[in-house]
């Protein structure tokens, strides 16, 4: 993947959760966005060789999940565990938000993928029978052979106002990461509601593909079938910063991919 650094001035900053870039503590922000020539259709145009698979893979994602066709993880075959953590760093890379956490982990297929990360996306990636949601979390495993997994969690506007709690203690100094580059520290992250949550209902489960550049395909998916609640006051914070970071629904598994089709119609004589 492509990426340059945006290199701060180490002067103080209003926030005190906010920290100046230094060269000790770079965040590197993405090249790739969802618009204009950065956008999902010119990926491969910004590395052919890294991203080749973002118009030519046969198995991307995100997809549409039709619930008579897809396949359900069976009943405690997924294993997903992470540890209550103080603080974590939350960076704004440009193409979206992540916490870097690596205290979890995934049992899967007889194998264990430790956790990297977490991001979100708005509006959702996946669909459920052509109905979209308003935002979706991903959280990344991958093993030193660069196996990956990917927990994914659609997320609902509460009709209440109620929140997740883990989402109010992620996004309490949201406004510190307003830039791209910039990053804070959240507050206490407890994923134990979390993990009660992806325990306590239906996991669809497929293969596919990352959802950003390099698109690497054999990733293993598995999303939760019940969504997570997100206030309207939260989300529209988050979506102020996030903006649209969602990749387009790809083809349906192993049939061509969408841009090589789109390729052919163009130049067709």
């Known amino acids: 993947m492509k990426v340059f650094s945006l290199l701060f001035a180490a002067v103080p900053l209003a926030s005190a959760h906010v920290y100046a870039r230094a060269a000790d503590g770079l965040v590197k922000a993405n090249d790739f966005n969802y618009t204009n020539l950065g956008g999902p259709l010119n990926w491969y145009g910004l590395n052919t060789s890294a991203n080749e698979a973002c118009s030519k893979g046969s198995h991307q994602s995100p997809i549409e999940i039709v619930t008579d066709a897809i396949d359900y993880a069976t009943i405690n075959s997924v294993n997903f565990t992470v540890s209550t953590v103080p603080s974590a760093k939350f960076e704004n890379l440009g193409s979206g938000l992540e916490v870097?956490?690596?205290?979890?982990?995934l049992v899967a297929n007889n194998k264990t993928f430790p956790l990297a990360q977490f991001?979100?996306?708005?509006?959702?990636?996946?669909?459920?029978?052509?109905e979209y949601f308003p935002m979706e979390c991903h959280f990344v495993f991958e093993t030193e052979a660069k196996e990956i997994a990917v927990i994914a969690f659609?997320?609902?506007?509460?009709?209440?106002?109620?929140?997740?709690?883990?989402?109010?203690?992620?996004?309490?100094?949201?406004?510190?990461?307003?830039?791209?580059?910039?990053y804070t520290e959240t507050d206490t992250l407890d994923f134990s509601g979390l993990i009660e949550h992806f325990n306590?209902?239906?996991?669809?489960?497929?293969?596919?593909?990352?959802?950003?550049?390099?698109?690497?395909?054999?990733?293993?998916?598995?999303?939760?079938?019940?969504?997570?609640?997100?206030?309207?006051?939260?989300y529209r914070a988050v979506k102020s910063v996030l903006k649209f970071n969602a990749r387009y629904t790809q083809n349906a598994l192993g049939q061509p991919n969408l841009l090589e089709v789109s390729a052919k119609q163009v130049t067709k004589q």
């Open 119 to 130: 991001h979100f996306h708005t509006p959702s990636e996946h669909r459920v029978n052509e």
């Open 200 to 234: 306590s209902h239906g996991i669809y489960s497929y293969t596919g593909s990352l959802t950003t550049p390099p698109c690497s395909e054999n990733v293993l998916w598995y999303v939760s079938t019940e969504p997570l609640l997100i206030n309207v006051q939260q």
């Open 154 to 182: 659609l997320m609902e506007l509460s009709p209440f106002g109620y929140t997740t709690p883990l989402f109010d203690s992620v996004f309490a100094h949201l406004d510190d990461i307003a830039t791209p580059g910039t």
């Open 100 to 105: 870097v956490i690596t205290n979890g982990s």
